[in-house]
């Protein structure tokens, strides 16, 4: 474990602010996983807080605990587990009727500890439900979450005043990412996921005559 221990005074050319981490980064020096605003130095110190203040402690690059490496593979391990239990990336193939419907199920996968979304592929349903009862080792290396997605309506919200008339398609489905977000194992849902127009009657892929009815 490496510890920069910060100098007295820096420049402020050589201090960066402001800087945010949603986990799986740093640990304090007790290790405990940090999660929140921090800053650096150009030599390499990084410490909590947006800014240098009295109450910030030293941070240091995240790992596991040793006992914690050994009970998740205990875990793995002690379980018998189908041959070739492998999750196949599936887009989705939409058809006029779910236009009709106005809204989809998306099933996506994203690796434990991947805080970054560069691990998350759409998988189809029947995966989904295959492997999210945890009864193979690809299970335990993913999370998965359904989600709901508007393909049709206006573009935007419609508000009357402060009143919301109607959800528009890129509104809902924006709130929809922001939500599943929140939920733990998904918070680089918000940074994988930034087209919400995907799928829908907006988007250039979808073909013209489904534009045209909806």
Known sequence: MTVYKKRIYYPESQIITGLTTDGGEFMTLDNIEYIGAYHKYSDGA???GGSYTSNSKPLVKYRLNEPEVSLLYDK??????PKKALLVPKQPTLTEDDYKVGIMSRYIA???NDYVGNSMIEISEKDYNKFRIKKSSTAYMYNLIEIKWKLTGPLNDVYDGDFRLKNGVYDTNKRIIESASQKPGFSCLKKAIVDYLQYTIYDVNTPSNIKNKF
């Open 110 to 112: 994203v690796k434990v």
């Open 46 to 48: 990084i410490y909590t």
């Open 76 to 81: 793995i391990a002690q379980r018998e587990f």
